[in-house]
């Protein structure tokens, strides 16, 4: 039997993807194999987020044209938005067989058949590429694609360039592959785009988001429906009041921020001010007050002071999170926060994303506390046990720990909180 590797960098997108091309491969009867097996098919799907992803995804093929010395037969393959926004540069890392753009990743086991391959421009595709998937290269959640691209081009972003205008799936398509998942053991659904708040605008009149979270919640078998992340001034008040009626749609949401000044909102052209988004957290928690809220914040974007990094420090601190995605800015090529001035010197960036991270560790330690003060209900699908405990990623984004002896795999249960235990949360049943 032919074995596929297949390494994965970057979103929750990417991974979808690679779940789907993995799921056409082992359909045709190949092997998906660990990293430290040799396979006769290597696909890398590339992240371009920053010059670290970049690095990562060079390496890993670099790995696989090192295997392909010894065995001129194995067929590399890279996709991703590393490659899309640097085919060229892929080009010249050696005897690639096969670079596929961001929007025919579908086609890739066609291409390796024979069939034409062509590498498209992503800015002239207006078309969602669908892929479906039965199964899921992590177990214990299924992730679906529903949207793709995006048409804010904020100005340190390069996403954008690598995936193109903003492109919705099917509703159709999207409820029956979840049926399907359904049918295989997936009870937990995280809804994931690259703008995902733009969901159904290119396509529908009157069916956005919302419809087709409502539409999800009438699918029987969904337990838990999580969003991946939304921008803050698509998170309406009709998407909070959808929350306000739910018992699927966890109590977590992820919401970037990106800094907490808004000199530099503006001239990063982000569409909110502080206030604004101060607000939306405060309607949220108002909804659920042990709602779980992560932000995305970036360290050192051009421009950014001393006096300006302190103001976004004293409004992290204000805030009600319950964590911090903290990033260091990396220039990207062809956005027009690598033209501007007053660049930060790498040093500095480094020392205050580690600020950040330790806001971060403070906020969910204050949330942990909450939840087993207030004894809140939390819920989860168990993955797998560790030294006699079941865990879960819960509902609220924090990890719940259960000491139990019979085989809890992939069962949804409910849970009282009871302490602090390792990297979250020990709990008991609450019936």
């Known amino acids: 039997m032919k074995k596929i590797s297949i390494t994965t960098f970057g979103c929750k997108i990417n991974q979808y993807e690679s779940s789907c091309i993995v799921d056409d491969f082992q359909i045709k009867g190949y092997e998906i194999t660990d990293s430290n097996e040799i396979a006769d098919v290597y696909v890398i799907n590339t992240c371009t987020v920053t010059n670290r992803t970049d690095y990562k995804s060079r390496n890993a093929i670099r790995k696989a044209l090192k295997v ?182 966890a109590p977590h949401f992820h919401i970037p921020l990106q800094t907490g000044s808004d000199f530099l909102l503006k001239k990063m052209n982000r569409r909110y001010s502080k206030k604004q988004f101060q607000k939306l957290l405060f309607k949220l928690k108002n909804v659920r007050n042990d709602v779980a809220i992560g932000i995305d914040v970036i360290a050192g974007l051009p421009g950014e002071t001393e006096i300006l990094f302190q103001e976004a420090v004293d409004f992290l601190e204000s805030l009600p999170i319950t964590y911090i995605h903290g990033f260091s800015y990396s220039k990207r090529f062809g956005t027009k926060a690598a033209e501007m001035k007053n660049h930060v010197n790498g040093t500095i960036i480094k020392e205050r994303n580690k600020i950040f991270h330790q806001i971060s560790s403070r906020k969910l330690e204050e949330f942990k506390n909450y939840l087993i003060e207030k004894k809140s209900l939390l819920s989860g699908i168990m993955e797998d046990k560790q030294d006699n405990h079941w865990t879960a990623l819960s509902d609220h984004y924090v990890r719940i720990y259960y000491k139990n002896e019979n085989n809890l795999k992939r069962k949804f249960m409910r849970f009282i909180p009871v302490k602090s235990f390792k990297d979250g949360i020990e709990v008991v049943p609450s019936d």
């Open 68 to 249: 392909k010395e010894n065995n001129k037969n194995i067929k590399i393959i890279v996709t991703g938005c590393y490659s899309q926004r640097n085919v060229e540069e892929v080009k010249s890392l050696g005897n690639i067989d096969l670079i596929v753009d961001n929007n025919h990743k579908n086609e890739i086991l066609n291409f390796l058949s024979g069939k034409k391959s062509k590498f498209n421009d992503i800015l002239q595709e207006i078309n969602f590429s669908e892929q479906t998937t039965s199964r899921m290269l992590d177990r214990s959640r299924a992730y679906i694609k529903i949207q793709d691209g995006c048409d804010f081009y904020c100005a340190y972003c390069a996403i954008p360039y690598a995936r193109g205008h903003s492109r919705s799936r099917l509703k159709e398509n999207v409820l029956k592959q979840i049926s399907m998942l359904v049918t295989h053991g997936f009870f937990e659904f995280v809804l994931a785009g690259i703008n995902l708040g733009l969901y159904g605008k290119d396509l529908y009149a009157d069916y956005f988001l919302c419809d087709l979270i409502k539409d999800i919640e009438k699918i029987e078998g969904v337990r838990i429906i999580r969003l991946s992340s939304i921008e803050p001034q698509l998170f309406t008040d009709e998407l909070i009041n959808l929350f306000s009626q739910s018992n699927i749609i």
